[in-house]
């Protein structure tokens, strides 16, 4: 891709919940040379941070990082950042937006699961009950595969899985390669499954009360044939915040994965439209 930008740019990336930073790779090698991305790898894996009501405790393991990570500009001040987030990455990244707009200059929420209103407060209901491991994607996480025998050919077995079949060759390489080790003479999901269904138990229901709280230019990027939520509910959540712009492209939930190419290229327009 030809570098259209006069200056680096660091870009915090949030992952999806349940793929490891790195099994994005793909996405980010299409991204101009100038601009740096860093990320932590498994958020809700450090147990300073447990993962908390609307995740609350992982919008703080992302300002720390942030503050960590920030570079010093030729004035001896912090650099702002651009955070992007996919799916739980995106819901985050905007909280942390919200609660610390001095860290940031942009935000991009890819797909995120953004609830308001009516359906917030329900969800805010069933959150305090068992009922939520079926309206959420927790019941089926906590009970699925996390392991295999060794020389078991995963990606062959997670691409015939539904939420795998329209990747990328190349980002459900990096998924495997990311996502899975070698671990007790067997093959091993390295995102413990356990926290995965905490933070489908979690999901934030607290998005109204940052209304007009986002201070900094925002895109909100969602994929057409997306089964997360109806498309209304982006429009809706857009509604709270005039500085998000929508936009809809190819693809369904994961299409960040299932596009890397065109998923980075679709980015770096976005940022240069910020600056």
Same mark, same amino acid.
């Given at each position: 891709?030809?570098?259209?930008?006069?200056?680096?740019?660091?870009?915090?990336?949030?992952? $999806?919940?349940?793929?490891?930073?790195?099994?994005?790779?793909?996405? !980010?090698?299409?991204?101009? &040379?100038?601009?740096?991305?860093? +990320?932590? %790898?498994? /958020?809700?894996?450090?147990?300073?941070?447990?993962?908390?009501?609307?995740?609350? +405790?992982?919008?703080?393991?992302?300002? *720390?990082?942030? *503050?960590?990570?920030?570079?010093?500009?030729?004035?001896?001040?912090? &650099?702002?950042?651009?955070?992007?987030?996919?799916?739980?990455?995106?819901?985050?990244?905007?909280?942390?937006?919200?609660?610390?707009?001095?860290?940031?200059? $942009?935000?991009?929420?890819?797909?995120?699961?953004?609830?308001? =209103?009516?359906?917030?407060?329900?969800? *805010?209901?069933?959150?305090?009950?068992?009922?939520?491991?079926?309206?959420?994607?927790? $019941?089926?996480?906590?009970?699925? @595969? *996390?392991?295999?025998?060794?020389?078991? %050919?995963? +990606?062959? /077995?997670?691409?015939?899985?539904?939420?795998?079949?329209?990747? %990328?060759? @190349?980002?459900?390489? %990096?998924?495997?390669? #990311?996502?899975?080790? &070698?671990?007790?003479? @067997?093959?091993?999901?390295? !995102?413990?499954?356990?926290?995965?269904?905490?933070?489908?138990?979690?999901?934030?229901?607290?998005?109204?009360? /940052?209304?007009?709280?986002?201070?900094?230019?925002?895109?909100?990027?969602? $994929?057409?044939?997306?089964?997360?939520?109806? #498309?209304?509910?982006?429009?809706?959540?857009?509604?709270?915040?005039?500085?998000?712009?929508?936009?809809?492209?190819? =693809?369904?939930?994961?299409?960040?994965?299932?596009?890397?190419?065109?998923?980075?290229?679709?980015?770096?327009?976005?940022?240069?439209?910020?600056?």
């Amino acid at each position: 891709m030809p570098n259209d930008f006069n200056h680096a740019t660091s870009i915090n990336f949030v992952h $999806g919940n349940g793929f490891p930073s790195g099994s994005y790779q793909t996405l !980010f090698s299409y991204l101009p &040379e100038s601009m740096n991305v860093f +990320a932590i %790898d498994k /958020y809700g894996h450090d147990h300073n941070f447990p993962v908390n009501h609307n995740w609350q +405790a992982q919008v703080d393991e992302l300002i *720390k990082f942030v *503050k960590l990570n920030q570079k010093i500009n030729e004035k001896g001040e912090p &650099e702002k950042v651009i955070c992007l987030g996919h799916s739980f990455g995106g819901v985050i990244s905007f909280i942390a937006c919200c609660q610390q707009p001095s860290l940031f200059k $942009g935000l991009i929420m890819l797909d995120p699961p953004v609830l308001t =209103g009516i359906a917030a407060s329900v969800i *805010k209901l069933i959150k305090k009950t068992p009922l939520i491991d079926k309206f959420s994607p927790a $019941g089926k996480t906590k009970i699925r @595969r *996390k392991h295999w025998p060794l020389g078991t %050919d995963v +990606a062959q /077995y997670f691409s015939s899985r539904t939420l795998f079949k329209h990747f %990328d060759h @190349r980002c459900l390489n %990096d998924y495997v390669n #990311h996502g899975v080790m &070698e671990k007790n003479d @067997r093959l091993e999901l390295r !995102f413990d499954v356990k926290i995965e269904a905490e933070v489908f138990r979690n999901l934030a229901s607290n998005l109204s009360s /940052y209304k007009n709280k986002l201070t900094i230019p925002a895109a909100l990027v969602y $994929g057409k044939s997306t089964k997360v939520f109806p #498309h209304r509910y982006f429009r809706s959540f857009s509604r709270l915040n005039k500085n998000i712009k929508l936009q809809s492209v190819p =693809g369904g939930h994961m299409f960040p994965l299932e596009n890397p190419e065109q998923t980075a290229k679709l980015i770096a327009d976005i940022i240069k439209r910020f600056d």
